[in-house]
């Protein structure tokens, strides 16, 4: 099967999530070794990648997270965003008020 690129993506990153090896992804896509590694952005000089039959992508694929993966991805955005307006330089006070937030949000529910 094939699989489209996302920016973000790496191949040994994608050799994690499919639960292949990742020189088996460097031969069936013609790619040298060193993408696993030294030169990663060789990967992105294409748009897709053929997969092999073994990949696992049914119980792997991260674009339909757990409602909890959801959940905290959406914290770590809170935070994030609250750093960047605020300023805050510590991550921990930021993650504190979102906390804090949190718990008021389902507490008046």
């Given at each position: 099967s094939?699989?489209y690129?996302k920016?973000?993506?790496?191949?040994?990153?994608?050799?994690?999530?499919?639960?292949?090896?990742?020189?088996?992804?460097?031969?069936?896509?013609?790619?040298?070794?060193s993408?696993l590694?030294?030169?990663?952005h060789?990967?992105?000089?294409r748009?897709?990648?053929?997969?092999?039959?073994?990949?696992?992508?049914a119980?792997t694929d991260l674009?339909?997270?757990?409602?909890?993966?959801?959940?905290?991805?959406?914290a770590?955005?809170?935070?994030k965003?609250?750093?960047v307006?605020?300023?805050?330089?510590?991550?921990r006070?930021?993650?504190?008020?979102?906390?804090?937030?949190?718990d008021?949000?389902?507490?008046s529910?």
């Open positions: 094939q699989y690129l920016r973000t993506d790496t191949l040994q990153g994608l050799a994690l999530r499919f639960g292949v090896d990742g020189r088996e992804l460097c031969k069936l896509n013609n790619l040298p070794f993408t590694s030294i030169t990663p060789l990967l992105h000089t748009d897709c990648i053929l997969l092999p039959l073994s990949a696992k992508t119980s674009n339909h997270p757990t409602p909890d993966e959801q959940r905290r991805r959406e770590r955005r809170a935070e965003r609250l750093q307006v605020t300023k805050e330089a510590d991550w006070v930021a993650r504190a008020y979102v906390a804090l937030a949190d008021d949000a389902e507490h529910t």
